[in-house]
């Protein structure tokens, strides 16, 4: 029934090399600890073995947020906008360049987590390492609690005429 259902619309079934073939990704992802359970699950469609029921369960939940292509990790947020994965060193130099490089501005923590963001980065630890990262920054320590300027006093203008220069 299937055949013939194949031959009516025309679709040739898949020879088994092509059914074989994975998905392959970096190495630099199956060896972070961030994303090596993550991989796994995503290439082998199950939990790595001598994990509990729970663990597991939880693993693969986690895992379906996640998505292979081209041989990079992708992060699906809310909106389903993937978000490029990046391991710890990429991280570093990311989280450098948008707080205090070209594309920062020494802003508060929370402002360039969501740069990052909309920049399309990700990993796992995101929010923790931003603050961390901006907290001890010293160029912003020194000008914590200057943000606020007073107002100048305002002074009258008199004006004798309409419109006069």
């Known amino acids: 029934m299937t055949e013939t259902n194949f031959q009516a619309l025309d679709i040739n079934e898949l020879d088994n090399e092509q059914e074989m073939a994975t998905q392959q990704i970096s190495q630099a992802f199956l060896e972070s600890p961030w994303y090596a359970d993550i991989c796994y699950v995503l290439l082998n469609l199950q ?12 693993l693969k939940m986690k895992a379906s947020k996640f998505c292979i292509l081209d041989g990079a990790l ?35 923590w929370k402002s360039t987590a969501d740069k990052i963001l909309r920049a399309r980065f990700y990993w796992p630890t995101l929010f923790a390492d931003v603050k961390k990262f901006v907290t001890a920054c010293h160029k912003c320590q020194i000008f914590e609690g200057k943000r606020k300027l007073l107002p100048l006093p305002l002074r009258p203008i008199s004006t004798e005429r309409p419109f006069q220069q």
């Open 47 to 58: 939990a790595p073995p001598g994990l509990s029921r729970i663990k597991k369960r939880f």
């Open 74 to 108: 992708f992060w699906k947020n809310h909106e389903g906008v993937l978000l490029n994965c990046l391991i710890k060193d990429e991280a570093n130099k990311v989280l450098k360049e948008f707080h205090a490089g070209d594309y920062g501005g020494h802003l508060y």
